[in-house]
Structure formats: C-alpha cells, structure tokens
C-alpha cells in the first residue's frame, strides 16, 4: 500500500479542504455555524476516508472508504452552490475552488478504479 500522503487524490483533498477552511474562516457566526460547519465537515471528510481506506489492508474495505469520499465530493459540491447562491463565496473564490474538485472528482473515479482492479487481480 502506498503511503495517502503521497496519492495526487489524497493531495488535491487536502488542498480542497485548506482552500475551503481558509473562506470559512472569515464568515459571520450564522454563515459559519449553518452551512460553514457542513461544508467544513463535508470537505474534511474526503481526505479523512482516502487516508483511513489506505490504511486498511483489505482492499475491498479500501474501495468502501473511496465511495464515501466520493459522497463527500458530491455533498461538498451541495454545500458550495449553497453558499454560492447565498452570496457566501465570491467568483474569484469559486474560481480558484472549481479547478480543484474539477481534477478531483475524476482522480477519485480512477482510484477507486485501480483498487478494483488490484483486487480482481487477487
């Protein structure tokens, strides 16, 4: 098994999560106690399930844990056209956050995949 931290998916999560923290942050108390909180929360969880999928060694455990993540992805994206809609995020922050999950919600896809075919292997 690799090491997470060395996975581009496990890297561009964490990314994601950083850039998110750091415009949450600076929210009002209301913003940051409804829907900064679910994003916060949404957007740890995908690095949270690649790292804890990595260290389990059965592989099909691992390929369980990816499929949260990827739900996470998708609920991160929920709370972020939220936040969007509600005039949270500016263009300039969505610009920088949308290149991100757009690399990672396909790097997911192509993990998840390779642990399937690791474990057809085996």
């Known amino acids: 098994m690799e090491n997470f931290q060395n996975l581009r998916v496990y890297q561009l999560s ?11 942050i ?22 949270a399930n690649i790292a804890e999928g990595n260290g ?6 691992n390929q369980r844990f990816v499929k949260i993540a990827r739900g996470s992805l998708n609920e991160t994206r929920h709370w972020l056209r939220l936040a969007y809609q ?4 500016t263009q300039d922050q969505i610009d920088k956050i949308k290149p991100i999950i757009d690399e990672l919600s396909p790097k997911l896809n ?6 399937k075919s690791k474990s057809e292997k085996n």
């Open 14 to 24: 964490e990314k994601l999560a950083n850039e998110i923290w750091f415009i949450v």
């Open 26 to 47: 600076n929210w009002d108390y209301f913003a940051k106690d409804t829907i900064g909180k679910q994003l916060v929360k949404s957007t740890d969880s995908i690095g």
């Open 56 to 61: 389990r060694y059965n592989l099909q455990d």
């Open 86 to 89: 509600r005039k949270l995020l």
């Open 110 to 115: 192509a993990y998840l995949n390779s642990l």
